[in-house]
């Protein structure tokens, strides 16, 4: 069994910038993609970008040139530098990765709150 645990939201004024990271836990595992999703308020789960085993990466349009997502294969990390972040932005951010041989997994979540 993988666990993934998220950090790094918390609140940000508009315009300002956050780190999120995700450490995956577990023995035996290989991971393959890596993501961030969101969910906001009254919205369904989007995806806000991923990134493949060999750093193939893929963004939601609104977060294009504002987000980018990193990952350390060694470490089993991910991580999500959100910068100009805007009240849009405001979701709480789950962690994804894809695991061979045993499926999807999820983190908790992490809120994000951008406000003044």
């Known amino acids: 069994q993988v666990q993934l645990v998220e950090s790094g939201g918390g609140l940000v004024q508009p315009g300002g910038s956050l780190r999120l990271s995700c450490v995956a836990s577990g023995s035996g595992f290989r991971i393959g993609t890596m993501g961030w999703y969101r969910q906001a308020p009254g919205k369904e789960r989007e995806l806000v970008a991923n990134?493949?085993?060999?750093?193939?990466?893929n963004y939601a349009d609104s977060v294009k040139g504002r987000f980018t997502i990193s990952r350390d294969n060694a470490k089993n990390t991910v991580s999500l530098q959100m910068n100009s972040l805007n009240a849009e932005d405001t979701a709480v951010y789950y962690c994804?990765?894809?695991?061979?041989?045993?499926?999807?997994?999820w983190g908790k979540g992490t809120l994000v709150t951008v406000s003044s």
């Open positions: 990134i493949g085993r060999f750093g193939l990466t």
């Open positions: 994804n990765a894809a695991v061979y041989s045993e499926g999807n997994f």
